[in-house]
């Protein structure tokens, strides 16, 4: 079983995405860390609780993230409209009592790397402001990972904050393209084949009474259905997390590239991440020539997939 640890800003198909996890045989949860994003950085740990309570497994440990972006900028904006000012649909659950780890989520991760090298597995859901202090703070912490998914990035599609970028990479885009100058060990799901890995809304609404998981999840979609409806007139919802979590458990069920990646972090595609396909280029340095390769997904066998993230 690998050993996972969750990076989330839940986040309704944040939500999902853990929650389906830890229906997972196939993972051992070890960790979750929380991230800004969907939501700040309190209100996804508060609702990194919920779920932990929500799935009966209050025992594993949350280290709480970043407040402000990798270049230090304090947030100040959130996606509300389509999450919900509380991350959950504005379904209002009272708090639940938790006790945050005494580490920061970057030190929590560092740690769990150090004691465990070649072992540990990060799927991260958010901006990844909290994978990039790490790599900064501990220069092994990149070599030393077992492997590091991530939910971001447009590479040749249109993005969903802008026609340009994708919102995780837009949420940190100066934490994004650290990343990528720092790991090999990387499979980075974007929107290229998120956008074709869907739950629909007679799907969703089926999913109220089938257990704890189904209602909680039924309840919580519905303000997310009303995004894609108005947002794309389309009545289904994008499973972008669960997507990349089923990178987790099934990479045979994507198409992958190999390539170096840079993310813009000014002019208006700020936040858009570039892939560089070609497998040679002119051999005098250039800004792209010392990034390491990463494996960036770009087909899915979509049906299978959704079917069997939903079964979950
Ligand atoms: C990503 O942005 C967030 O809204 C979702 O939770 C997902 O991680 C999709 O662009
Ligand atoms: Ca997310």
């Given at each position: 079983?690998?050993?996972?640890?969750i990076?989330?800003?839940?986040g309704?198909?944040?939500?999902?995405?853990?929650?389906?996890?830890?229906?997972?045989?196939?993972?051992?949860?070890?960790?979750?860390?929380?991230?800004?994003?969907?939501?700040?950085?309190?209100?996804?740990?508060?609702?990194?609780?919920?779920?932990?309570?929500?799935?009966g497994?209050?025992?594993?440990?949350?280290?709480?993230?970043?407040?402000?972006?990798?270049?230090?900028?304090?947030k100040?904006?959130?996606?509300?409209?389509?999450?919900?000012?509380?991350?959950?649909?504005?379904?209002?659950?009272p708090?639940?009592?938790g006790?945050?780890?005494?580490?920061?989520a970057?030190?929590?991760?560092?740690?769990?790397?150090?004691?465990?090298?070649?072992?540990?597995?990060?799927?991260?859901?958010?901006?990844?402001?909290?994978?990039?202090?790490?790599?900064?703070?501990?220069?092994?912490?990149?070599?030393?990972?077992?492997?590091?998914?991530?939910?971001?990035?447009?590479?040749?599609?249109?993005?969903?904050?802008?026609?340009?970028?994708?919102?995780?990479?837009?949420?940190?885009?100066?934490?994004?393209?650290?990343?990528?100058?720092?790991?090999?060990?990387?499979?980075?799901?974007?929107?290229?084949?998120?956008?074709?890995?869907?739950?629909?809304?007679?799907?969703?609404?089926?999913?109220?009474?089938?257990?704890?998981?189904?209602?909680?999840?039924?309840?919580?979609?519905?303000?997310?259905?009303?995004?894609?409806?108005?947002?794309?007139?389309?009545?289904?919802?994008?499973?972008?997390?669960?997507?990349?979590?089923?990178?987790v458990?099934?990479?045979?069920?994507?198409?992958?590239?190999?390539?170096?990646?840079?993310?813009?972090t000014?002019?208006?595609?700020?936040?858009?991440?570039?892939?560089?396909?070609?497998?040679?280029?002119?051999?005098?340095?250039?800004?792209?020539?010392?990034?390491?390769?990463?494996?960036?997904?770009?087909?899915?066998?979509?049906?299978?997939?959704?079917?069997?993230?939903l079964?979950?």
């Amino acid at each position: 079983r690998k050993k996972l640890v969750i990076d989330t800003d839940p986040g309704i198909d944040d939500g999902m995405a853990v929650l389906i996890a830890m229906n997972s045989e196939e993972v051992d949860i070890i960790g979750l860390t929380t991230v800004f994003g969907n939501v700040y950085t309190p209100t996804a740990t508060r609702n990194a609780f919920k779920l932990l309570e929500i799935a009966g497994r209050t025992q594993i440990p949350v280290a709480e993230g970043a407040q402000r972006t990798f270049a230090g900028i304090e947030k100040d904006w959130v996606a509300d409209f389509v999450h919900g000012d509380d991350g959950f649909g504005n379904m209002n659950f009272p708090d639940v009592k938790g006790e945050k780890d005494s580490r920061s989520a970057a030190d929590f991760l560092i740690e769990l790397v150090r004691e465990q090298p070649g072992e540990i597995c990060i799927l991260a859901l958010g901006p990844v402001t909290n994978l990039a202090l790490a790599m900064q703070q501990d220069p092994s912490f990149a070599r030393n990972l077992g492997e590091l998914v991530i939910l971001g990035g447009a590479f040749f599609v249109n993005g969903n904050v802008n026609p340009a970028t994708e919102a995780n990479f837009f949420g940190d885009p100066e934490a994004a393209d650290f990343v990528f100058g720092h790991s090999a060990k990387i499979k980075v799901v974007g929107l290229d084949v998120t956008h074709s890995c869907t739950f629909t809304g007679s799907e969703l609404k089926g999913l109220h009474g089938k257990g704890r998981f189904g209602t909680f999840l039924s309840s919580i979609t519905a303000f997310y259905l009303k995004y894609h409806q108005d947002s794309y007139d389309m009545d289904a919802v994008y499973v972008h997390d669960p997507a990349a979590l089923a990178v987790v458990l099934w990479p045979s069920l994507f198409t992958w590239r190999p390539g170096q990646i840079r993310v813009l972090t000014e002019s208006v595609a700020r936040g858009m991440s570039v892939m560089d396909t070609q497998l040679k280029r002119w051999n005098r340095p250039h800004p792209w020539t010392d990034r390491p390769k990463v494996q960036v997904a770009v087909a899915v066998n979509a049906q299978e997939v959704t079917q069997r993230l939903l079964q979950r």
